[in-house]
């Protein structure tokens, strides 16, 4: 789906995901969402931040499991994804700090193929994911499942690919401070949760997008997995679309 801007584009998926939450109240269930960091999905949180402050919207019965975290990384740096996730969402609106879920980059090596199953066990005793929330990378990554991730990977430690890495550096203030390893969710459990939306924005992720959409499914672009899920959209702006 094709929108005129990333803001009206956010604001489309801002609803969808209130009217889930939404029918979830209605029937006192949880909410699972996947959720997603990088620059893309900043307008849909601050979307959902003005939901809750200005509509009311609670975010009590939600439960969420972010895709990824740089390998090792303080909760509390500048660049961890908790941080990121607290201050565009968790910290403004009134979700139960225990009903959210990122994968800890402060384990040893040794903990973290156990902490990783465990993960993935979360999210099987809740049903699995109800709706997933993504990004794409430069070369099709989606969480930090890299060019060549099998459809059926786990959730697991990752090398970062290097245009990954360059792409994060300035964030990180240089390639030699920029992490080599993340920790991410499997295509298997992404590819499980029952909807996917997949947002992106900028002529710079045009290539990608229409290799991801028009291409072969291939593992080289991890994205183009998503033309097998039958519940996934691609939200993109005009400039995103450009390829098409
Ligand atoms: C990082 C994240 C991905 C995200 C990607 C794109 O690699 N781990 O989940 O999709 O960045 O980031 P951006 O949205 O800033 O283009």
Redesign the pocket.
């Known amino acids: 789906v094709v929108y005129e801007n990333s803001v009206t584009a956010s604001k489309a998926v801002a609803k969808e995901i209130a009217d889930l939450i939404k029918v979830k109240q209605s029937q006192k269930q949880p909410c699972i969402l996947g959720l ?6 900043k307008g849909l949180y601050a979307e959902l931040v003005h939901l809750h402050k200005e509509e009311g919207l609670s975010f009590k019965n939600v439960v969420t499991f972010n ?2 975290e740089y390998y090792p990384m303080e909760p509390d740096s500048v660049n961890s ?1 908790v941080r990121f996730m607290k201050e565009l969402l968790f910290d403004q609106v009134d979700i139960l700090p225990e009903n959210t879920h990122i994968p800890d980059g402060t384990l040893t090596k040794a903990e973290i193929a156990q902490y990783c199953s465990q993960y993935e066990a979360k999210i099987e005793v809740l049903g699995g994911i109800d709706l997933q929330i ?5 070369n099709g ?4 499942n890299e060019s060549g991730s099998l459809q059926n990977s786990k959730t697991r430690l990752v090398a970062l690919d290097h245009t ?1 890495r360059v ?2 550096s300035k964030d990180f203030l240089g390639l030699n401070n920029t992490p080599r390893t ?1 920790i ?1 969710l499997g295509v298997k459990k992404i590819m499980e949760a029952k909807r996917v939306i997949l ?3 900028g002529e710079s ?1 045009s290539n990608i997008i229409k290799k991801s959409v028009e291409g072969a499914v291939v593992s080289q672009v991890p994205a183009s997995y998503l033309q097998e899920h039958n519940n996934a959209t691609f939200i993109l702006d005009k400039e995103a679309a450009s390829k098409l």
């Open positions: 997603a960091t990088g620059s893309s999905p895709l990824d994804y993504l990004g794409i990378g430069g990554h989606i969480g930090f990954t792409a994060a993340a991410t947002m992106a924005w992720k």
